[in-house]
């Protein structure tokens, strides 16, 4: 769907890991799950504190596809503000081969 898109991916990450704003940023983007990843990114790469994320919910409810969303969304902010979407980086292309874990 359209909340999904590349184009509403990087804007979470550009708003809350890679622009200095004032103020509190999650102020000025819609609740998501590319919030919450985006936030744990910035936690353990800038703040250098150890993250985790709990997604739960009922049987059927989705939570393996947010957590491969999630995941992935991590995976791809470390990438930085500027990076090129013609190749997939070594760190996507790991948290992309782990997700047969999560079943």
Not at 5 to 14: G, L, P
Not at 15 to 27: F, I, K, Q, Y
Not at 59 to 81: D, F, L, R, Y
Request: aromatic residues 6%; hydrophobic residues 30%.
């Amino acid at each position: 769907t359209e909340i999904y898109t590349e184009k509403v991916r990087n804007r979470y990450a550009r708003v809350l890991v890679w622009e200095n704003t004032e103020g509190d940023p999650r102020s000025t983007v819609e609740p998501h799950v590319y919030e919450t990843s985006a936030l744990s990114y910035k936690g353990l790469a800038f703040d250098d504190q150890d993250q985790s994320i709990l997604v739960s919910g009922e049987s059927g409810a989705g939570k393996t596809e947010t957590v491969k969303i999630c995941m992935n969304h991590i995976a791809t902010c470390q990438q930085g503000p500027h990076a090129g979407n013609s190749e997939m980086s070594p760190v996507v292309q790991r948290v992309l081969e782990s997700t047969p874990l999560l079943e």
